[in-house]
Protein backbone atom coordinates (compact mmCIF):
# COMPACT_ATOMS: atom_id res chain seq x y z
CA UNK A 1 0.00 0.00 0.00
CA UNK A 2 2.24 2.45 -0.95
CA UNK A 3 2.29 5.32 -3.72
CA UNK A 4 5.50 4.37 -5.60
CA UNK A 5 8.72 2.73 -5.29
CA UNK A 6 10.69 4.58 -2.38
CA UNK A 7 7.76 6.41 -1.46
CA UNK A 8 5.74 5.94 1.45
CA UNK A 9 1.83 5.98 1.52
CA UNK A 10 -0.12 8.51 4.11
CA UNK A 11 1.83 9.95 6.60
CA UNK A 12 5.53 9.08 7.46
CA UNK A 13 6.21 6.78 10.43
CA UNK A 14 8.42 3.79 10.75
CA UNK A 15 9.35 1.44 8.32
CA UNK A 16 10.65 -2.22 9.72
CA UNK A 17 12.47 -4.51 7.02
CA UNK A 18 11.77 -8.40 7.58
CA UNK A 19 12.95 -11.37 5.61
CA UNK A 20 11.16 -14.59 7.31
CA UNK A 21 14.25 -14.89 9.87
CA UNK A 22 14.20 -14.88 13.61
CA UNK A 23 15.98 -11.44 14.08
CA UNK A 24 13.84 -9.87 11.85
CA UNK A 25 10.78 -10.89 13.36
CA UNK A 26 12.30 -9.49 16.59
CA UNK A 27 13.02 -6.73 15.14
CA UNK A 28 9.14 -6.15 13.53
CA UNK A 29 7.87 -6.89 17.29
CA UNK A 30 10.13 -4.08 18.02
CA UNK A 31 8.95 -1.71 15.93
CA UNK A 32 5.25 -2.69 16.67
CA UNK A 33 5.68 -2.18 19.96
CA UNK A 34 7.37 1.36 19.18
CA UNK A 35 4.61 2.34 16.27
CA UNK A 36 1.69 1.96 18.91
CA UNK A 37 3.86 3.77 21.30
CA UNK A 38 4.34 6.58 19.09
CA UNK A 39 0.97 6.07 17.84
CA UNK A 40 2.17 6.50 14.39
CA UNK A 41 2.16 4.26 10.84
CA UNK A 42 4.08 0.75 10.57
CA UNK A 43 5.40 0.55 6.93
CA UNK A 44 6.82 -3.03 6.48
CA UNK A 45 8.61 -3.72 3.67
CA UNK A 46 10.67 -7.14 2.07
CA UNK A 47 12.43 -6.76 -0.61
CA UNK A 48 14.13 -9.34 -3.14
CA UNK A 49 16.30 -9.72 -6.37
CA UNK A 50 15.97 -12.49 -8.77
CA UNK A 51 18.92 -14.63 -8.99
CA UNK A 52 20.57 -15.40 -12.52
CA UNK A 53 22.61 -18.05 -13.34
CA UNK A 54 24.96 -18.55 -16.23
CA UNK A 55 24.31 -21.26 -18.78
CA UNK A 56 26.81 -24.05 -18.69
CA UNK A 57 26.21 -25.40 -22.69
CA UNK A 58 27.68 -24.66 -26.17
CA UNK A 59 25.23 -21.64 -26.50
CA UNK A 60 26.63 -19.50 -23.36
CA UNK A 61 24.00 -17.39 -22.20
CA UNK A 62 22.21 -16.70 -18.77
CA UNK A 63 18.92 -17.79 -17.51
CA UNK A 64 16.47 -16.07 -14.40
CA UNK A 65 14.46 -18.03 -12.04
CA UNK A 66 10.58 -16.81 -12.66
CA UNK A 67 9.89 -13.71 -10.94
CA UNK A 68 6.55 -14.65 -10.08
CA UNK A 69 7.41 -17.84 -8.11
CA UNK A 70 9.96 -15.35 -6.26
CA UNK A 71 7.36 -12.49 -5.45
CA UNK A 72 5.12 -15.14 -4.27
CA UNK A 73 7.57 -16.26 -1.72
CA UNK A 74 8.01 -12.87 -0.36
CA UNK A 75 4.65 -12.08 -0.54
CA UNK A 76 4.18 -15.53 1.62
CA UNK A 77 6.95 -13.78 3.88
CA UNK A 78 5.16 -10.56 4.40
CA UNK A 79 1.36 -12.16 4.48
CA UNK A 80 3.29 -14.25 7.68
CA UNK A 81 4.42 -10.77 9.44
CA UNK A 82 2.06 -9.08 9.36
CA UNK A 83 -0.20 -11.77 11.50
CA UNK A 84 2.60 -11.79 13.88
CA UNK A 85 1.68 -7.81 14.78
CA UNK A 86 -2.08 -8.08 14.09
CA UNK A 87 -3.00 -7.55 17.74
CA UNK A 88 -1.40 -4.34 18.12
CA UNK A 89 -3.21 -1.25 17.36
CA UNK A 90 -1.30 0.31 14.64
CA UNK A 91 -2.33 1.30 11.10
CA UNK A 92 -0.07 -0.97 8.91
CA UNK A 93 0.81 -0.77 5.62
CA UNK A 94 2.84 -3.03 3.63
CA UNK A 95 4.76 -4.02 0.13
CA UNK A 96 7.03 -6.43 -1.53
CA UNK A 97 9.54 -4.29 -3.48
CA UNK A 98 12.14 -5.68 -6.16
CA UNK A 99 15.65 -4.53 -5.97
CA UNK A 100 18.28 -4.49 -3.38
CA UNK A 101 17.28 -4.79 0.46
CA UNK A 102 19.74 -1.98 1.26
CA UNK A 103 18.95 0.40 -1.63
CA UNK A 104 15.53 -0.37 -0.58
CA UNK A 105 15.37 1.05 2.54
CA UNK A 106 18.02 3.48 2.38
CA UNK A 107 15.45 5.66 -0.26
CA UNK A 108 12.89 4.97 2.18
CA UNK A 109 15.15 6.39 5.34
CA UNK A 110 14.35 10.13 3.31
CA UNK A 111 10.77 10.06 4.33
CA UNK A 112 10.60 7.33 7.44
CA UNK A 113 10.65 9.35 10.98
CA UNK A 114 12.34 6.12 12.03
CA UNK A 115 13.60 2.49 10.48
CA UNK A 116 14.53 -0.51 12.25
CA UNK A 117 16.34 -3.76 10.86
CA UNK A 118 17.18 -6.94 12.45
CA UNK A 119 20.87 -7.67 13.30
CA UNK A 120 21.54 -9.89 10.61
CA UNK A 121 19.12 -12.27 8.21
CA UNK A 122 19.12 -15.57 7.69
CA UNK A 123 19.81 -17.84 4.15
CA UNK A 124 16.63 -17.87 2.18
CA UNK A 125 15.98 -16.61 -1.34
CA UNK A 126 18.69 -14.22 -2.47
CA UNK A 127 18.44 -10.82 -1.95
CA UNK A 128 16.41 -10.56 1.31
CA UNK A 129 19.66 -10.86 3.99
CA UNK A 130 19.59 -8.07 6.22
CA UNK A 131 23.14 -8.89 7.30
CA UNK A 132 24.42 -5.89 4.74
CA UNK A 133 21.07 -4.05 5.50
CA UNK A 134 21.89 -3.81 9.42
CA UNK A 135 25.61 -2.46 8.33
CA UNK A 136 24.66 -0.14 5.38
CA UNK A 137 21.47 1.39 7.16
CA UNK A 138 22.54 3.25 9.75
CA UNK A 139 25.79 4.36 8.07
CA UNK A 140 23.97 6.12 5.14
CA UNK A 141 20.14 6.81 6.28
CA UNK A 142 18.58 9.91 6.39
CA UNK A 143 16.35 9.14 9.84
CA UNK A 144 17.53 7.65 13.11
CA UNK A 145 18.12 3.71 12.53
CA UNK A 146 17.44 0.87 15.33
CA UNK A 147 19.02 -2.59 14.82
CA UNK A 148 17.40 -5.11 17.13
CA UNK A 149 19.43 -8.00 17.58
CA UNK A 150 18.18 -12.05 18.34
CA UNK A 151 19.65 -11.77 21.91
CA UNK A 152 16.56 -9.11 22.03
CA UNK A 153 14.52 -11.87 21.83
CA UNK A 154 14.10 -12.33 25.71
CA UNK A 155 12.31 -8.89 25.93
CA UNK A 156 9.98 -9.68 23.24
CA UNK A 157 8.15 -12.79 24.08
CA UNK A 158 5.24 -12.17 21.85
CA UNK A 159 7.80 -12.48 18.87
CA UNK A 160 8.02 -16.26 19.20
CA UNK A 161 11.40 -17.16 18.14
CA UNK A 162 14.28 -18.04 20.72
CA UNK A 163 17.31 -16.48 21.88
CA UNK A 164 20.52 -17.59 20.58
CA UNK A 165 22.30 -20.32 22.40
CA UNK A 166 23.75 -18.56 25.88
CA UNK A 167 21.37 -15.54 25.69
CA UNK A 168 19.10 -15.03 28.99
CA UNK A 169 15.44 -16.19 28.05
CA UNK A 170 14.30 -13.34 30.02
CA UNK A 171 16.04 -10.46 30.37
CA UNK A 172 15.63 -7.70 33.09
CA UNK A 173 15.74 -4.10 31.69
CA UNK A 174 17.04 -1.21 33.73
CA UNK A 175 14.23 1.97 32.75
CA UNK A 176 16.64 4.33 31.14
CA UNK A 177 17.84 5.47 27.30
CA UNK A 178 21.69 5.78 27.39
CA UNK A 179 23.96 7.86 24.73
CA UNK A 180 27.11 7.05 24.21
CA UNK A 181 29.15 10.86 24.05
CA UNK A 182 32.55 11.43 22.68
CA UNK A 183 32.87 15.42 22.61
CA UNK A 184 32.16 15.54 18.52
CA UNK A 185 29.20 17.75 16.60
CA UNK A 186 27.69 14.18 16.06
CA UNK A 187 27.75 12.83 19.81
CA UNK A 188 25.57 16.01 20.36
CA UNK A 189 23.01 15.67 17.94
CA UNK A 190 22.84 12.14 18.80
CA UNK A 191 22.38 13.34 22.63
CA UNK A 192 19.62 15.45 21.40
CA UNK A 193 17.90 12.71 19.98
CA UNK A 194 18.45 10.20 22.92
CA UNK A 195 16.56 13.06 25.30
CA UNK A 196 13.66 13.12 22.87
CA UNK A 197 13.27 9.22 23.36
CA UNK A 198 14.01 9.71 27.26
CA UNK A 199 11.02 12.34 27.52
CA UNK A 200 8.59 10.24 24.76
CA UNK A 201 9.52 7.23 26.87
CA UNK A 202 9.04 8.43 30.75
CA UNK A 203 12.54 7.83 31.25
CA UNK A 204 15.90 9.25 32.77
CA UNK A 205 18.44 9.86 30.19
CA UNK A 206 22.23 8.32 31.51
CA UNK A 207 24.93 9.87 29.12
CA UNK A 208 27.89 8.13 28.90
CA UNK A 209 31.53 9.06 28.02
CA UNK A 210 34.18 6.19 28.11
CA UNK A 211 37.79 7.42 28.12
CA UNK A 212 39.93 4.49 26.25
CA UNK A 213 43.24 3.62 27.68
CA UNK A 214 46.44 5.50 26.75
CA UNK A 215 48.63 3.33 23.96
CA UNK A 216 50.02 3.85 20.50
CA UNK A 217 51.04 7.23 19.85
CA UNK A 218 49.18 8.09 23.06
CA UNK A 219 51.56 6.41 24.76
CA UNK A 220 53.90 9.43 25.56
CA UNK A 221 51.75 10.78 28.01
CA UNK A 222 54.29 11.27 31.06
CA UNK A 223 52.70 11.39 34.29
CA UNK A 224 49.41 10.60 36.46
CA UNK A 225 49.09 14.46 37.02
CA UNK A 226 48.64 14.48 32.78
CA UNK A 227 46.04 12.07 33.21
CA UNK A 228 43.98 13.63 35.94
CA UNK A 229 44.32 16.94 34.46
CA UNK A 230 42.54 15.31 31.28
CA UNK A 231 39.80 13.66 33.39
CA UNK A 232 39.12 16.92 34.89
CA UNK A 233 38.69 18.59 31.79
CA UNK A 234 36.26 15.99 30.17
CA UNK A 235 34.39 16.00 32.97
CA UNK A 236 34.09 19.99 33.00
CA UNK A 237 32.99 19.72 29.17
CA UNK A 238 30.58 17.10 30.16
CA UNK A 239 28.90 19.10 32.82
CA UNK A 240 28.63 22.07 30.13
CA UNK A 241 27.12 19.35 27.78
CA UNK A 242 24.54 18.27 30.56
CA UNK A 243 23.99 21.60 31.41
CA UNK A 244 23.02 22.62 27.56
CA UNK A 245 21.11 19.32 27.10
CA UNK A 246 18.52 20.23 30.05
CA UNK A 247 17.94 24.05 29.28
CA UNK A 248 16.41 22.05 26.15
CA UNK A 249 14.67 19.71 28.10
CA UNK A 250 14.24 21.09 31.99
CA UNK A 251 12.30 18.96 33.23
CA UNK A 252 14.26 15.57 32.51
CA UNK A 253 16.28 13.74 34.99
CA UNK A 254 19.73 13.03 33.60
CA UNK A 255 22.91 11.60 35.12
CA UNK A 256 26.56 11.99 33.62
CA UNK A 257 29.56 9.52 33.87
CA UNK A 258 32.73 9.67 32.85
CA UNK A 259 34.71 5.88 32.77
CA UNK A 260 38.06 4.56 32.12
CA UNK A 261 37.85 1.52 29.43
CA UNK A 262 37.42 0.47 25.89
CA UNK A 263 34.43 2.35 24.37
CA UNK A 264 32.76 -0.63 22.65
CA UNK A 265 32.89 -3.00 25.06
CA UNK A 266 31.58 -0.91 27.63
CA UNK A 267 28.61 0.21 25.11
CA UNK A 268 28.29 -3.40 24.57
CA UNK A 269 27.70 -4.51 27.86
CA UNK A 270 25.58 -1.53 28.69
CA UNK A 271 22.94 -2.60 26.05
CA UNK A 272 22.35 -5.57 27.83
CA UNK A 273 20.28 -4.15 30.43
CA UNK A 274 19.22 -0.70 29.18
CA UNK A 275 15.77 0.31 26.99
CA UNK A 276 18.01 1.71 24.59
CA UNK A 277 21.25 2.94 23.58
CA UNK A 278 22.01 5.94 21.30
CA UNK A 279 25.18 6.54 19.27
CA UNK A 280 26.10 9.12 16.53
CA UNK A 281 27.19 7.77 13.24
CA UNK A 282 30.26 8.47 14.45
CA UNK A 283 32.66 10.57 15.99
CA UNK A 284 34.92 13.52 15.01
CA UNK A 285 37.50 14.94 16.83
CA UNK A 286 36.47 15.50 20.33
CA UNK A 287 38.33 12.92 22.69
CA UNK A 288 40.99 11.01 20.44
CA UNK A 289 39.50 7.38 19.89
CA UNK A 290 36.01 7.70 21.17
CA UNK A 291 32.99 6.62 19.68
CA UNK A 292 34.54 6.91 16.37
CA UNK A 293 32.72 4.83 13.49
CA UNK A 294 34.50 1.64 14.20
CA UNK A 295 33.33 1.69 17.53
CA UNK A 296 29.41 2.28 16.22
CA UNK A 297 30.15 -0.55 13.90
CA UNK A 298 31.44 -2.87 16.96
CA UNK A 299 28.90 -2.09 18.95
CA UNK A 300 25.82 -2.80 16.20
CA UNK A 301 27.36 -5.87 15.30
CA UNK A 302 27.80 -7.61 19.30
CA UNK A 303 24.86 -5.58 21.01
CA UNK A 304 22.88 -7.45 23.39
CA UNK A 305 19.72 -5.04 23.15
CA UNK A 306 18.15 -2.68 20.81
CA UNK A 307 20.46 0.34 19.37
CA UNK A 308 19.74 3.33 17.80
CA UNK A 309 21.85 5.21 15.80
CA UNK A 310 21.57 8.50 14.67
CA UNK A 311 22.81 10.61 11.45
CA UNK A 312 25.05 13.62 11.00
CA UNK A 313 21.82 16.45 10.53
CA UNK A 314 21.60 19.72 11.18
CA UNK A 315 19.66 20.92 14.59
CA UNK A 316 19.52 24.32 15.74
CA UNK A 317 19.88 23.35 18.97
CA UNK A 318 23.23 22.90 18.87
CA UNK A 319 23.75 26.27 17.91
CA UNK A 320 23.87 27.28 21.51
CA UNK A 321 26.16 24.66 22.89
CA UNK A 322 28.81 27.10 23.46
CA UNK A 323 27.24 29.69 25.62
CA UNK A 324 27.42 26.47 28.17
CA UNK A 325 31.00 26.90 27.55
CA UNK A 326 33.75 24.54 27.45
CA UNK A 327 33.29 23.50 24.04
CA UNK A 328 36.04 20.24 22.44
CA UNK A 329 37.28 21.43 19.17
CA UNK A 330 36.14 18.99 16.32
Excluded at 119 to 133: A, E, I, T, Y
Excluded at 233 to 248: F, M, N, P, V
Amino acid sequence: MWSEYGKLEGSAGIVVGVDGSDQSLCALVWAAKEAERRRTPLHVVTAYTVPIFAASSMDAGYTTMDDAIIRDGARSVLNKALERISAYNIEVFSRVETGDAAAVLLELSEEADLMVVGSRGRGGFVGRLLGSVSSALPAHAKCPTVVVPLRTAGRLPEAGVRPPAGAPTEQTVEDVVVVGVDGSEQGRAASLVAAEQAVNRGLPLHILCALPPFSGSLAWVPAPMDLEALHEEISEQLRAGRAWLQSHFPDLSMTVQLIDGPPAEILINRTASVELLVLGTRGRGGFAGMLMGSTSQSVLHHAKGPVMVVPDHDDPRLADRAAFGSVPED
